[in-house]
C-alpha cells in the first residue's frame, strides 16, 4: 500500500507501519521504546546478495574426491586381505566413491553457457 512503509524494528524485531511522512525520520518502537529509524519511502529494497550459480563442493572436485575414496577403499580392502581379513567396509567405501565419481564426471564439469 503507497503512503505507509513497513520495517521492523533493529532492537525486538516488530514489524512496524508508519506513514509515509514519517521516513527518515526517528521514532519510538511501540514494542520496546527504543528509538529507531523509520526507512525513506522510495529506498529501494537493498538486492539480494547474489548466490554463485556454480556451487562448489567444499572438498573439490567430486570426481577427484570419488577417486580417492575408491583408491583407498581398494587399499584397505587389499591391505586388509593381505592380512588375512576381508573388512565388509572397503565395498561400501568404493561404491560411495564410485558414485561420487560418476556424479563429478557427469554433472560436474559441465558450463551452462549465459543464455540471455
Ligand atoms: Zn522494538
Do not use: H, N
Amino acid at each position: 500500500m503507497k503512503g505507509t512503509i513497513s520495517f521492523s524494528c533493529d532492537a525486538c524485531g516488530r514489524s512496524i507501519r508508519t506513514p509515509a511522512s514519517y521516513a527518515g525520520k526517528t521514532a519510538r518502537c511501540p514494542g520496546c521504546r527504543s528509538s529507531i529509524r523509520a526507512p525513506l519511502a522510495d529506498e529501494p529494497a537493498p538486492p539480494a546478495a547474489p548466490e554463485p550459480v556454480a556451487r562448489r563442493t567444499a572438498g573439490g572436485d567430486p570426481t577427484f574426491g570419488g577417486f580417492v575414496l575408491m583408491a583407498g577403499a581398494v587399499l584397505w580392502f587389499v591391505v586388509g586381505l593381505s592380512a588375512g581379513k576381508v573388512y565388509f567396509y572397503p565395498p561400501i567405501l568404493f561404491v560411495v566413491g564410485l558414485s561420487s565419481f560418476l556424479r563429478g564426471s557427469q554433472g560436474g564439469g559441465r558450463r551452462v553457457p549465459a543464455s540471455s
